[in-house]
């Protein structure tokens, strides 16, 4: 079993910066993949970026690339989600997660069936 508890959302206008963290917990020390996704009202969850193994291989979706960046701090046992630029159409419930796989591809990485833990969620709403 693994916990995931997302904090660091909140509001900021259109340009501005948030960082998300997630913070691990639990027996499983099997997970080797960990994503960050969010989901909108009326819209499917979606892959943000994702970080795989131990070289640490980091992925993205395109609609975000050049403004986040997800890192891991492992002593804290945490991953991150550094936010900047935030547009409007950022606005989410953030979610983290965790799973394992023995390789991994872009498509993987972004996607929902890729990963066995979730956490509940941080609301992130940038305005104009």
């Known amino acids: 079993q693994v916990q995931l508890v997302e904090s660091g959302g909140g509001s900021v206008q259109a340009g501005g910066s948030l960082r998300l963290s997630c913070a691990a917990s639990?027996?499983?020390?099997?997970?080797?993949?960990l994503g960050w996704f969010r989901q909108a009202p009326g819209k499917e969850r979606e892959g943000v970026a994702a970080t795989y193994g131990d070289r640490g291989t980091t992925y993205y979706a395109d609609s975000v690339k050049g403004r986040f960046t997800i890192s891991q701090d492992n002593a804290k046992n945490t991953v991150y989600l550094q936010m900047n630029s935030l547009k409007p159409e950022d606005t989410a419930m953030y979610y983290c997660a965790a799973g394992r796989r023995s390789f991994m591809t872009a498509t993987l990485a972004l996607g929902v069936n890729t990963y066995n833990y979730w956490g509940q969620g941080t609301q992130v709403t940038v305005s104009s």
């Open positions: 639990g027996d499983d020390y099997s997970s080797n993949c």
